[in-house]
Structures are given as C-alpha cells and as structure tokens.
C-alpha cells in the first residue's frame, strides 16, 4: 500500500475538513489559538506533501522553499494575499482557495456594519449599558437612512454582487467600480458603472469588495476619503490595507466623512490602543464576515477537498494560480 502523504494543518478548523484528511493523510496539525510561528511554519513544511493554511499565515518565498516536497497547499480563505502565488506556481504548486460558500455570509455581514453605522447600534448598546437611558429622545442617537441611499460598491465580483442585489430590498440606488466591467450584473442588478472618484463623490455608503494586491494598496486614501460625502459611511469587509488607517483616523476625526465600519485592518489584529477603535464613529469588529457554523463547515470541506485533489495529483477544483496548470502542459 503506498505511503499516506504527509500534511500540515496550521490550526485547528471545523471538523468537516480535518475529517476529510484524517482519512487519506498523516496530518499534524498546530493546536495552538494564534497562528504558529515562522520558524515552526518553516521547519514543519519541510517533509510535507500537503499544507493547509489560514489567510494569517505568511506563506512566502522562504516558506514555499524550504517545503521541498510541497506538492499543493490549500488556504481556508478566498483571499490569497498572504500567500506569495508567484513563487507557488514557479515551484509548480497549486494553491487552492475557498470562493463562493463565503459569499451570502459575507454579503449578509456587510450589511449588518453598513446598517450598523448607518443606525449607530454600537453607540446605542453602549448608551444603555452605560445607564444614560433616561427617556424617549427626539433627538438622540439620530443616524441616516439607509432606504433609498446610494450605495457605491468598489469591487463587482461574486460578493460585491451579492451585497448589490441586498440593497435592491432597500430601494438603494447602486454605483459600482471595477476593472472590469460587467454589463450583466449591470442588466441582472439595475448597478450602474462610475470611475472609482465619481463613485466616491456620489455614494452614501461606499463598500469595499476587492481583493488586497499591489493596485489595490491604501486604494482608499486621503485623496479618495476627501472626495466621498461628509455624511458618507465606509464599509470595508474585504482586505485592511485597501484603506490606509491613517488617513481614515483623520477623515474621521476631522469630518471629512461621517462614520466607518471595519471588519478588516491594516495592521490585523489592530492594536485595542489604535485610534480606529476608541473613535465613536468607527466600529471595529475582528474579521468575521465570514463566521458562520454552516460557512466555515464548507470552507473547511472545501479547503480539505482542495488539499486531497492536489496530493492526488488532480486539479484543483478552486485553484488561485491556474497558471500553475498552463506551465505544465
Ligand atoms: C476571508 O477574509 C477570506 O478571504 O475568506
């Protein structure tokens, strides 16, 4: 019987995916609450077939390296930006992902801060456990309306959609930008197409949506941040470093728009002393639009499944570089 593959797992997911490997591999898998340290990453990849990694592990030149026998590794996350591709797919290594099970949850999480912000929630639980409820206010805690707003979203894919076609049940007007443009989802979601500073300049609510790469980098800086509405609430549920935080601590210190909403961080996990998280207007949640039972039983069959397709030498069937398989033919 041939000898089961070896696989590294750097923490320990959702059964549903640990399962699937017990099964067919030798795995080890780190037990600790934070993610293991580059030295233990480096001297673990060395003898694996197989590694199965989360969007907080640096999987970079040096650790693709030293996995001299890696033949795939698998991320529990659609976004790949912690993962160096470009040396992956010179090592011929297909590294899967895990698009479309997060999307409705993502999507619904999105809208969850944008109404947060919009109704100021998190400033209305602290106001009666603080014990400041004293009566029915005709002015307190007033917010902005979400029904009927306009709602730019940067970043058209499979969840910027999914967030469009919930702000239809709003009556919200929907402005999109993106590299490329999608006339289906322009016909399917009654969005409209605007360069990113006309989007900017019109939106009530501006979303973030795309993938963190070198274009994308501190996309959302001052220039931008001065450009959106004073009554403007920024959502990002997508990479932090999209937005640089030292420009938005300013726009909102200073007013130049009217709220955030963060599920994502540039650095992540932020400092509790960091401004972004003392300021009223900012609400600051630790990167779990995606935290559902259901949604990351799924990423953790799918990232298993990812895994078990490459040590069996098969394509992946969500594969981040497919340029991987083009090198080879
Ligand atoms: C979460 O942020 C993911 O990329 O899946």
């Not at 989360?54 to 693709?64: H, K, R, Y």
């Not at 919200?172 to 289906?184: A, I, K, S």
């Not at 909102?252 to 728009?257: A, D, N, R």
């Not at 039972?293 to 992946?316: C, I, K, P, Q, Y």
């Amino acid at each position: 019987m041939a000898e089961k593959p070896t696989v590294y797992v750097t923490r320990r997911i959702p059964e549903a995916g640990l399962a699937l490997i017990r099964d067919t591999c030798r795995m080890r898998l780190w037990e600790g609450e934070l993610p293991p340290p580059k030295e233990v990453l480096l001297q673990e990849v060395a003898d694996c077939d197989g590694l199965l990694c989360l969007l907080t592990d640096p999987i970079d030149a040096e650790v693709i390296g030293a996995g001299v026998r890696l033949r795939v590794i698998s991320q529990m996350a659609v976004g790949v930006d912690n993962i160096d591709l470009r040396a992956a797919t010179a090592r011929g290594i297909p590294v899967g992902h895990t698009p479309g099970v997060l999307t409705e949850a993502t999507a619904d999480f999105t809208f969850a801060l944008l109404m947060a912000a919009a109704r100021r929630i998190p400033e209305g639980v602290d106001y009666v456990r603080a014990g400041k409820w004293q009566t029915w206010e005709p002015m307190g805690l007033l917010g902005v309306d979400v029904w009927g707003a306009t709602l730019g979203i940067v970043g058209l894919g499979r969840i910027g959609a999914a967030v469009a076609r919930r702000a239809r049940g709003f009556a919200m007007r929907v402005l999109y930008y993106d590299p490329n443009r999608r006339p289906d989802l322009e016909t399917e979601l009654g969005a409209e197409y605007a360069e990113l500073e006309d989007l900017l300049a019109s939106s009530d609510f501006v979303s973030l949506h795309c993938p963190l790469t070198s274009q994308t980098y501190h996309l959302i800086g001052e220039v931008e941040l001065r450009r959106m509405k004073p009554t403007a609430i920024l959502i990002n549920a997508a990479r932090g470093p999209v937005v640089d935080p030292d420009a938005l601590v300013r726009a909102l210190s200073e007013g130049w728009i009217r709220a955030a909403a963060l599920d994502v961080t540039e650095p992540e996990p932020i400092p509790p002393d960091h401004p972004l998280v003392s300021l009223p207007n900012c609400i600051v949640v630790p990167h779990i639009a995606s935290a559902t039972v259901a949604t990351r039983e799924r990423m953790a069959a799918m990232a298993a499944e990812n895994l078990l397709a490459g040590l069996r030498g098969e394509r992946l069937p969500y594969c981040a570089n497919p340029e991987v398989y083009q090198r080879e033919s």
